[in-house]
């Protein structure tokens, strides 16, 4: 909604938690104990790592980037909050375990007594949902914000899949439109190795929606119809790599912020595009994700955008360090922390990155 459709009677967004105000003492990134799904070793029956997000955090405090006290502690987002997007209908069926037993893909859930899943499994899945939410807000403040966790890119209004119960891509943006003055398009950049068919089906009509899309086309979920709302869609085949990997997200990211100038970017930084990923069919090395994020974040911050990072889809355990690494080296290159500052520079990694792919061939041949 916009905000002139608001003035002329439209009701007030409802009241809620997630837009507290954040003591500028923390850093813009959020996350929450609670994101970590364990529930008698079931978890561990989905190739997902339920406990990643956890071990992200470990390792940036490992690192001394952040203590206990300095990020933004995830609220769960509450039925009202959820209701912005979801149909009633969508949120009674997760009432069901079947229901969820088929999103989450984790089949034994469906024997288990469905106060037991709201508890071990949906609210962590809301709990990272308040996180994007609130994320998005302290991105429109401070630049830039990172939740160690969501990204649930599969789900839409009135339907789940592929791990993802709660549509927290969509829930932000719609937040954002409702509450934040001057935020009136976003752009999301999905990285992750799937097509984002959920965000994509929620925003099919929207105009104030431009999406960029990188995904391997011949994997999960394959949804023609939602393709329709992609402005950029870059397929990619089995096994790319870095070098034609890196050339074609520059070169995307780059030409999707010349052609549409938004006022957020929702970055989708799926890590299941690591070589070896079981579900994500492509062959980018730990060293190629940290320099797609750094790409992605220069592009935003060159151009003074706010850009929310979401952490998504990553099916190895050695993800949880590679995006740490990442979060370290965008802080490491100026690009987040409270010292951030935007620039027109380019970093030595990207430089040196992008500089041996093209020994490989020519940024035309690669696109």
Same mark, same amino acid.
């Given at each position: 909604?916009?905000?002139?459709?608001?003035?002329?009677?439209?009701?007030?967004?409802?009241?809620?938690?997630? &837009?507290?105000?954040?003591?500028?003492?923390?850093?813009?990134?959020?996350?929450?104990?609670?994101?970590?799904?364990?529930?008698? $070793?079931?978890?561990?029956?989905?190739?997902?790592?339920?406990?990643?997000?956890?071990?992200?955090?470990?390792?940036?405090? +490992?690192?001394?980037?952040?203590?206990?006290?300095?990020?933004?502690?995830?609220?769960?987002?509450?039925?009202?909050?959820?209701? !912005?997007?979801?149909?009633?209908?969508?949120?009674?069926?997760?009432?069901?375990?079947?229901? !969820?037993?088929?999103?989450?893909?984790?089949?034994?859930?469906?024997?288990?007594?469905?106060?037991?899943?709201?508890?071990?499994?949906?609210?962590?899945?809301?709990?990272?949902?308040?996180?994007?939410?609130? *994320?998005?807000?302290?991105?429109?403040?401070? $630049?830039?914000?990172?939740?160690?966790?969501? @990204?649930?890119?599969?789900?839409?209004?009135?339907?789940?899949?592929?791990?993802?119960?709660?549509?927290?891509?969509?829930?932000?943006?719609?937040?954002?439109? +409702?509450? %934040?003055?001057?935020?009136?398009?976003?752009?999301?950049?999905?990285?992750?190795?799937?097509? @984002?068919?959920?965000?994509?089906?929620?925003?099919?009509?929207?105009?104030?929606?431009?999406?960029?899309?990188?995904?391997?086309?011949?994997? &999960?979920?394959?949804?023609?119809?939602?393709?329709?709302?992609?402005?950029?869609?870059?397929?990619?085949?089995?096994?790319?790599?870095?070098?034609?990997?890196?050339?074609?997200?520059?070169?995307?990211?780059?030409?999707?912020?010349?052609?549409?100038?938004?006022?957020?970017?929702?970055?989708?930084? $799926?890590?299941?595009?690591?070589?070896?990923?079981?579900?994500?069919?492509?062959?980018?090395?730990?060293? @190629?994700?940290?320099?797609?994020?750094?790409?992605?974040?220069?592009? *935003?911050?060159?151009?003074?955008?706010?850009?929310? %990072?979401?952490?998504?889809?990553? &099916?190895?355990?050695?993800?949880?360090?590679?995006?740490?690494?990442?979060?370290?080296?965008?802080?490491?290159?100026?690009?987040? $922390?409270?010292?951030?500052?935007?620039?027109?520079?380019?970093?030595?990694?990207?430089?040196?990155?992008?500089?041996?792919?093209?020994?490989? @061939?020519?940024?035309?041949?690669?696109?």
């Amino acid at each position: 909604m916009s905000q002139k459709e608001d003035n002329e009677g439209k009701k007030s967004p409802h009241r809620t938690e997630l &837009y507290a105000d954040v003591p500028r003492t923390c850093l813009p990134i959020v996350y929450h104990p609670d994101y970590n799904i364990t529930f008698m $070793g079931l978890e561990k029956l989905h190739p997902f790592d339920a406990g990643k997000w956890g071990k992200v955090i470990r390792f940036l405090k +490992e690192e001394q980037f952040i203590t206990g006290g300095d990020i933004v502690e995830a609220r769960e987002a509450k039925e009202e909050d959820l209701l !912005v997007v979801h149909t009633k209908r969508y949120l009674n069926r997760l009432k069901w375990s079947l229901v !969820v037993a088929t999103i989450t893909e984790i089949p034994p859930v469906l024997f288990l007594p469905n106060f037991l899943v709201q508890r071990r499994v949906l609210r962590p899945l809301r709990t990272q949902t308040g996180g994007t939410i609130m *994320a998005g807000k302290l991105a429109v403040e401070r $630049g830039w914000a990172i939740n160690v966790g969501g @990204g649930f890119h599969h789900c839409s209004s009135d339907k789940g899949g592929g791990f993802c119960a709660y549509a927290d891509i969509t829930l932000t943006i719609k937040f954002l439109f +409702e509450r %934040m003055e001057g935020i009136s398009r976003a752009t999301i950049i999905d990285l992750d190795a799937h097509q @984002g068919n959920g965000h994509e089906r929620d925003f099919l009509e929207d105009k104030r929606v431009f999406i960029m899309d990188v995904y391997n086309r011949y994997i &999960y979920p394959g949804d023609e119809h939602a393709k329709g709302a992609i402005k950029r869609k870059v397929e990619l085949d089995w096994g790319t790599e870095d070098s034609e990997y890196l050339q074609k997200v520059k070169h995307h990211s780059e030409g999707a912020l010349n052609e549409v100038r938004p006022d957020i970017i929702i970055y989708n930084a $799926g890590t299941d595009i690591l070589d070896g990923d079981p579900l994500g069919g492509l062959s980018i090395s730990p060293q @190629g994700i940290v320099t797609r994020d750094e790409i992605v974040f220069r592009a *935003a911050r060159r151009r003074c955008i706010p850009i929310l %990072m979401v952490t998504s889809g990553g &099916y190895q355990k050695k993800t949880a360090r590679i995006i740490a690494d990442s979060i370290l080296n965008l802080h490491q290159q100026g690009l987040i $922390g409270p010292e951030a500052l935007e620039g027109e520079g380019s970093s030595s990694l990207v430089t040196s990155m992008m500089s041996s792919t093209l020994s490989v @061939g020519s940024a035309l041949s690669a696109l």
